[in-house]
């Protein structure tokens, strides 16, 4: 019987990701028709953009619609995880994200947004962080800091899967590990219909992905990166509360924040080092500007698909060694996290100088 039902769950799951999969493969075809019909292209003029040509940003749209048919269609249900307060959610951002797309929002509109959508997952939806397991000596929190800090978390997940969405196929690729990554604990905590939520995800992103891969054909916009944002929260925030409580023992359950930092720490890390940096310079931390790792990366000489790939590697290490080193303590294995991370910038710094010298050097001595 036992046999039985995970060869059940196998296929059950195994559909879900193809289904979606073939829903956004279905989807951005038309979707490109349209922009191009439309003239709906993104701003090539701005100075953040890495690509010559205009290319639609509506992915998210695909990304979206796959998502929420899959969840609907599948009947994926839980008590755990109110479903309609988590589509309602997303209906909200996809709204937000595509006015971004077509003509843009203003900053505060859009951090009013998802205030609200962060409060209605927490509050009515009950959908937070009670317990910090031990990280600076703090264990189970009151209601009203559980409610502030896992608003704070969602909002600052949210932004940062936007903002880590400047190259081709990186918010995407970081969506697929973190979501793929979740579903598998799940899986291993028998939690199969949050799986699925997470599965459903992964299949709408790797469909999207498929016309996002250098050259890309298409971006996800606002609309897209949102929408992973706000689902990778969720679902994080589900893995650490349900640790609490689970009866499977292993050795991942005891380390749930520090695995999740290790899950988001490509987003996470960047978001926060960019915004330190704006307002040590005494710039507003929502100015736009080139200074994320992405960008630093491209400084190199590295391609898009490289630099993905490099951020792929660093996320994938930093989930195995959590893994590895689950004996330690959560507060120490976060610190070693952000080592790694500050290392890694260290040395994208290291070789930007010395590129940076290289080139002076030569240009002294053609003068």
């Given at each position: 019987?036992?046999?039985?039902?995970?060869?059940?769950?196998?296929?059950?799951?195994?559909?879900?990701?193809?289904?979606?999969?073939?829903?956004t493969?279905?989807?951005?075809?038309?979707i490109?028709?349209?922009?191009?019909?439309?003239?709906?292209?993104?701003d090539?003029?701005?100075?953040r953009?890495?690509?010559?040509?205009?290319?639609?940003?509506?992915?998210?749209?695909?990304?979206?619609?796959?998502?929420?048919?899959?969840?609907?269609?599948f009947?994926?249900?839980?008590?755990?995880?109110?479903?309609?307060?988590?589509?309602?959610?997303?209906?909200?951002?996809f709204?937000?994200?595509?006015?971004?797309?077509?003509?843009?929002?203003?900053?505060?509109?859009?951090?009013m947004?998802?205030?609200?959508?962060?409060?209605?997952?927490?509050?009515?939806?009950?959908?937070?962080?009670s317990?910090?397991?031990?990280?600076?000596?703090?264990?189970?929190?009151?209601?009203?800091p559980?409610?502030?800090?896992s608003?704070?978390?969602i909002?600052?997940?949210i932004?940062?899967?936007?903002?880590?969405?400047?190259i081709?196929g990186?918010?995407?690729t970081?969506?697929?590990i973190?979501?793929?990554?979740?579903?598998?604990?799940?899986?291993?905590?028998?939690?199969?219909?949050?799986a699925?939520?997470?599965?459903?995800?992964v299949?709408?992103?790797?469909?999207?992905?498929?016309f996002?891969?250098?050259?890309?054909?298409?971006?996800?916009?606002?609309?897209?990166?949102?929408l992973?944002?706000?689902?990778?929260?969720?679902?994080?925030?589900?893995f650490?509360?349900?640790?609490?409580?689970?009866?499977?023992?292993?050795?991942?359950?005891?380390?749930?924040?520090?695995l999740?930092?290790?899950?988001?720490?490509g987003?996470?890390?960047?978001?926060?080092?960019?915004?330190?940096?704006?307002?040590?310079?005494?710039?507003?931390?929502?100015d736009?500007?080139?200074?994320?790792?992405?960008?630093?990366?491209?400084?190199?000489?590295?391609t898009?698909?490289?630099?993905?790939?490099?951020?792929?590697c660093?996320?994938?290490?930093?989930?195995?060694?959590?893994?590895?080193l689950?004996?330690?303590?959560?507060?120490?294995?976060?610190?070693?996290?952000?080592?790694?991370?500050i290392?890694?910038?260290g040395?994208i710094?290291?070789?930007?100088?010395?590129?940076?010298?290289?080139?002076?050097?030569?240009?002294?001595?053609?003068?």
């Open positions: 019987m036992l046999e039985f039902l995970r060869s059940y769950h196998f296929v059950y799951n195994v559909l879900i990701v193809v289904f979606a999969t073939l829903v493969l279905l989807c951005i075809p038309s490109l028709h349209v922009a191009r019909a439309r003239h709906l292209y993104d090539v003029g701005h100075f953009k890495q690509h010559d040509h205009g290319i639609p940003r509506l992915g998210g749209v695909a990304i979206f619609v796959s998502f929420t048919i899959t969840v609907l269609l009947s994926i249900i839980d008590k755990s995880l109110p479903i309609s307060y988590l589509l309602t959610a997303c209906i909200m951002l709204a937000m994200g595509l006015k971004d797309d077509l003509s843009g929002v203003n900053s505060s509109t859009k951090f947004i998802q205030f609200i959508v962060a409060a209605i997952l927490v509050i009515p939806g009950d959908i937070r962080i317990s910090m397991y031990g990280v600076f000596d703090i264990a189970a929190l009151p209601y009203i559980s409610v502030i800090l608003i704070l978390v909002m600052l997940i932004n940062s899967f936007n903002l880590i969405d400047g081709d990186l918010a995407a970081t969506g697929i973190a979501n793929s990554t979740f579903a598998a604990l799940f899986i291993y905590m028998n939690q199969y219909e949050l699925a939520i997470s599965l459903a995800m299949g709408a992103v790797l469909g999207f992905l498929r996002n891969i250098t050259p890309a054909k298409i971006f996800m916009g606002d609309t897209g990166a949102l992973i944002g706000l689902v990778t929260a969720v679902m994080a925030i589900k650490i509360e349900l640790s609490k409580v689970s009866t499977v023992k292993l050795p991942f359950i005891y380390t749930a924040p520090a999740i930092v290790a899950i988001l720490i987003p996470v890390f960047d978001t926060l080092r960019v915004f330190t940096i704006r307002i040590l310079n005494g710039k507003s931390p929502f736009a500007d080139r200074n994320h790792i992405h960008h630093r990366i491209l400084k190199i000489g590295l898009h698909l490289q630099t993905t790939l490099v951020l792929a660093l996320n994938l290490i930093s989930i195995l060694m959590v893994l590895t689950n004996s330690l303590n959560n507060s120490l294995l976060i610190v070693l996290i952000f080592l790694l991370s290392s890694f910038n040395a710094t290291y070789f930007i100088r010395s590129k940076k010298r290289g080139f002076l050097m030569f240009r002294n001595f053609g003068d």
